[in-house]
């Protein structure tokens, strides 16, 4: 079977926090952050906005858009590393608020974590395994974003993307990927204390590790080493090259890293997705949310090859190459 998506949603909170916002907050300046990350503001939670609600929120309009009901899920794959609990998985929290009765669980690969998820929902589909396959990439760093820290509070975002992955005949869907992962250094960027190695206490709280905690340029390097690279090699499997790719669809961390992975691929900037002046870095939801979009403004149709590439904490990394199949029409989710 080939593995198509057939649905696809997105949700963001109301609030929205600006580069004015936080220049209140830390020694920052709206200039700074544009040019050295094209952010100019991101959507963040209320204290009763979770990673649960805004999946389920993004998941019922994926479903709508499949013209499924929960019950025909078989599957939900949750990338994040900001679930509403350590465990159970929030995937497991998605599925009774959307009324499943599907096998549930959590991933997590960071930013990657979306392809992450698409892969192993190919992997599902195209076996004949799974029929429909959920993929969720959602996010909530606000909440463990230390607001002091402007090396990474100007950063980040939350939001929520969903895709249904179903079997289909149609030749097309997910014909290539590569998924890759180097856990040598981990301190590169991680949130240090709230994991079973360093539990929280009173002590580390005063130190701030229970927040993000990232060394800004070395993660810098790596995704321009990455980010274009990873692609290829995903391209490759498919039997594609750069210039066969429709629309580019990158993780959006950082402007100035999705410039220097178009350049390496030798895309024009109106191949490339960009929205993160909106949004910020939404980690795991970051590739889902740009992929809603890029099908509203109709820059994704059937037939369209897309590339989507995102790296991550771990550090991780992932791609995938397809080839649109599904209607894109509006069909009032
Ligand atoms: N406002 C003003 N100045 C700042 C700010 C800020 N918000 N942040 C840092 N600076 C300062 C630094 O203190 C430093 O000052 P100094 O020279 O006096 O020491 C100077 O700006 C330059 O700092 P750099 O870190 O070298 O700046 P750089 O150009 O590398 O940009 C950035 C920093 C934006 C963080 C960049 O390194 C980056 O985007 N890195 C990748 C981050 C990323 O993509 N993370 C992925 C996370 S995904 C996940 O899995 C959760």
């Not at 963040?44 to 025909?72: C, K, N």
């Not at 090396?151 to 939001?159: A, E």
């Not at 949004?279 to 403004?297: F, K, R």
Request: charged share 20%; net charge negative.
């Amino acid at each position: 079977m080939y593995s198509a998506i057939t649905g696809w949603g997105m949700a963001v909170p109301e609030n929205i926090l600006t580069n004015a916002d936080l220049e209140r907050l830390v020694d920052t300046s709206d200039d700074w952050i544009v040019s050295r990350t094209g952010i100019r503001e991101r959507h963040v939670t209320t204290p009763d906005e979770t990673s649960s609600t805004l999946a389920i929120r993004a998941s019922q309009q994926a479903l709508a858009r499949a013209h499924l009901a929960p019950t025909d899920l078989d599957m939900i794959i949750l990338g994040t590393v900001t679930g509403d609990y350590s465990f159970p998985a929030t995937a497991c929290l998605v599925q009774d608020g959307l009324g499943a009765s599907c096998a549930a669980f959590d991933i997590q690969a960071a930013c990657t974590g979306w392809i992450y998820g698409m892969v192993m929902a190919h992997q599902f589909v195209s076996t004949g395994a799974a029929r429909n396959v959920l993929v969720i990439g959602v996010e909530v760093l606000s909440k463990i974003t230390d607001m002091r820290d402007r090396g990474t509070c100007v950063l980040f975002g939350d939001g929520a993307g969903a895709t249904v992955v179903s079997a289909s005949d149609t030749p097309g869907g997910v014909l290539g990927w590569t998924l890759g992962a180097d856990g040598a250094r981990p301190e590169q960027l991680y949130r240090k204390a709230g994991g079973a190695k360093h539990p929280i206490t009173r002590e580390n709280i005063d130190s701030h590790d229970p927040y993000i905690s990232m060394m800004g340029s070395e993660v810098f390097k790596f995704a321009t080493r990455t980010m274009g690279t990873a692609m290829e090699e995903a391209l490759v499997k498919a039997n594609l090259t750069a210039h066969d790719i429709d629309l580019f669809i990158p993780h959006q961390a950082n402007l100035r890293i999705i410039e220097a992975a178009s350049r390496r691929l030798e895309l024009p900037p109106e191949k490339v997705f960009v929205n993160i002046e909106r949004y910020g870095n939404t980690s795991a939801a970051a590739v889902p949310i740009a992929m809603c979009e890029a099908i509203d403004q109709g820059r994704i149709m059937p037939g369209s090859r897309v590339g989507c590439v995102a790296f991550g904490a771990g550090l991780t990394w992932g791609a995938i190459a397809l080839q649109w199949t599904a209607p894109v029409g509006d069909v009032g989710a």
